[in-house]
């Protein structure tokens, strides 16, 4: 790992665990423990956190930025796996398996991170049956994520992928009339983490272009007709 932990006195480590989803349901008590235990990492884009293969000695919380986790792939390109943004989780499940990363992960953003090291993870689980049970629920709902991946892949289209991806920063499945979204990252990560090529990404944005179901200019879409476009077919 090249960044530093940061020890900065602005940064208030209790009160960020105590936001994250998995430490809502931790006691005073439990959250001043883990706080003595983590560190906070400053990681500028493009930096790399870890490496596929390296130790996991712990997870990371992202407070905010943007955090790509891959791995190569045999053309010699890289998959992207997932795209993480703030309040998510990553690293767990080599924590408690106790296994390298399978995955490399890299800064997209400007980011900050809570580290939660190992060992103060496995003090709680021993003493805390609710923190366990918070634990598996989370380790449940990536691999659920997951399965739904691998069923995207093999079932949906790509224009469905993608039109798929565009209705994800909905503020819910039923809503209605227009809306504004930034790509949080490039077309070619996009493609990666859809598993397409960039080239079929591009075609398949100007034929929704093409359409008038979507309006771009740079990595700002506009969508005019939510309901429209969900039920858009090729």
Do not use: W
Request: glycine residues 6%.
């Amino acid at each position: 790992m090249t960044s530093q932990d940061t020890h900065d006195t602005r940064i208030d480590i209790p009160a960020l665990l105590v936001r994250l989803p998995l430490f809502q349901e931790l006691s005073a008590e439990q959250i001043a423990h883990l706080a003595a235990h983590t560190r906070a990492k400053r990681l500028p884009k493009g930096e790399m956190l870890f490496q596929r293969g390296d130790i996991a000695h712990g997870f990371y919380f992202i407070v905010f930025g943007q955090v790509k986790l891959a791995f190569p792939s045999s053309s010699g390109n890289e998959k992207v796996v997932e795209i993480l943004g703030p309040r998510q989780s990553f690293g767990e499940a080599a924590v408690f398996a106790q296994r390298p990363y399978p995955v490399f992960a890299q800064a997209l953003a400007d980011s900050l991170l809570l580290f939660v090291p190992r060992d103060a993870i496995f003090e709680l689980l021993e003493t805390d049956n609710s923190f366990a049970r918070n634990m598996l629920a989370g380790l449940a709902m990536r691999l659920h994520s997951l399965i739904m991946d691998v069923e995207s892949y093999s079932l949906r289209s790509s224009a469905q992928r993608v039109i798929g991806y565009l209705l994800q920063h909905c503020p819910n499945e039923h809503c209605e009339g227009s809306i504004e979204i930034i790509l949080p990252t490039s077309k070619q990560v996009i493609a990666s983490r859809l598993n397409l090529t960039p080239e079929t990404l591009s075609r398949i944005l100007h034929d929704l272009t093409e359409a008038r179901l979507i309006e771009m200019q740079g990595k700002h879409i506009k969508i005019g007709d939510l309901k429209r476009l969900r039920e858009y077919e090729f």
